[in-house]
């Protein structure tokens, strides 16, 4: 039995502790915004935040969770308000959506990190993030509006 507080809710799960934290997030718990990109931690579609740092959902065994507490996109603002969320939308940076989770979860934890975060930290901090549609100006625009900088 794995206990995993997933979002601020408590879950206990009879799941073979090796299993990645992706699946059990998708299909076990149901929370579907995590996306699988790659499966080895190289595209940043999975990112979650476990006990507030960023990590690979897809190569994360869930023992290595048990105990801590995982927030996915669901959890970071469950009205879908947060700065970075309010930002993405305004700037009109998805195209077809498929890493936006994964970034937003990673500029989460930069925001949370460094406030103010210079060109250059944002583009290093999301550097493992990867988008197939090449919104990188758009993201970092983003970022930026969220964390209440110039976006230009």
């Known amino acids: ?40 931690a190289l595209c940043g579609a999975c990112a979650v935040h476990l006990d507030g740092e960023t990590v690979r959902a897809c190569v994360t065994p ?7 507490s995982v927030t996915t996109i669901e959890g970071l603002s469950p009205s879908g308000d947060h700065p970075l969320q309010r930002a993405w939308v305004e700037l009109g940076v ?12 990673s500029a989460a934890a930069l925001l949370r ?20 549609c090449g919104t990188y100006t758009r993201i970092r625009a983003a970022v930026r509006k969220a964390a209440g900088l110039p976006t230009e």
């Open 1 to 40: 039995m794995i206990i995993l507080k997933v979002n601020g809710a408590e879950h206990r799960l009879d799941v073979d502790p090796e299993m990645p934290l992706l699946w059990v997030l998708r299909d076990v718990l149901g929370l579907t915004g995590t996306k699988y990109g790659c499966g080895q």
């Open 94 to 105: 998805p195209q077809c959506g498929f890493c936006q989770a994964g970034q937003i979860m």
């Open 113 to 132: 990190k460094n406030p103010r975060p210079s060109d250059e930290d944002i583009d290093r901090s999301l550097a493992g993030n990867l988008c197939r």
């Open 62 to 68: 869930v023992r290595r969770a048990a105990g801590g």
